[in-house]
Nanobody, 129 residues
Framework: QVRLVESGGGSVQAGGSLRLSCTVSGFTFSSGCMAWFRQAPGKEREGVAT??????TYADSVKGRFTISKDNAKNTLYLQMNILKPEDSAMYYC????????????????????????WGQGTQITVSS
């Protein structure tokens, strides 16, 4: 049974930082495609960042501010978020899929949450101005 559990959410003022973690079990973490998505009220779930053993990719809106990383030994995915903005406020989800291999693991400009099989329960980020 695959399980993804996010932690690290909370409230922060604009310009601040937070780090999200996602612990994964039951999934071949070292070779799959891992991702962070977010969903604000009334909006579609959007990809924020992806990572596999070859590369990491980012949505344009977070490039230069967010960093995705993973620790294969700990089966843990991270998202370091710096220079947070009010528009970053959303529920953040980690996701995993084993079929998005190689170059197919990347953030699309269109909504693509349907491509991921496994999801965490989400953690809320609120950024105040």
């Amino acid at each position: 049974q695959v399980r993804l559990v996010e932690s690290g959410g909370g409230s922060v003022q604009a310009g601040g930082s937070l780090r999200l973690s996602c612990t994964v079990s039951g999934f071949t973490f070292s070779s799959g495609c891992m991702a962070w998505f977010r969903q604000a009220p009334g909006k579609e779930r959007e990809g924020v960042a992806t990572i596999n053993n070859e590369r990491s990719t980012y949505a344009d809106s977070v490039k230069g501010r967010f960093t995705i990383s993973k620790d294969n030994a700990k089966n843990t995915l991270y998202l370091q978020m710096n220079i947070l903005k009010p528009e970053d406020s959303a529920m953040y989800y980690c996701a995993a899929d084993s079929s998005l291999i190689g170059a197919y693991c990347y953030v699309r400009t269109r909504p693509h949450s349907y491509q991921f099989t496994y999801w965490g329960q989400g953690t809320q980020i609120t950024v105040s101005s």
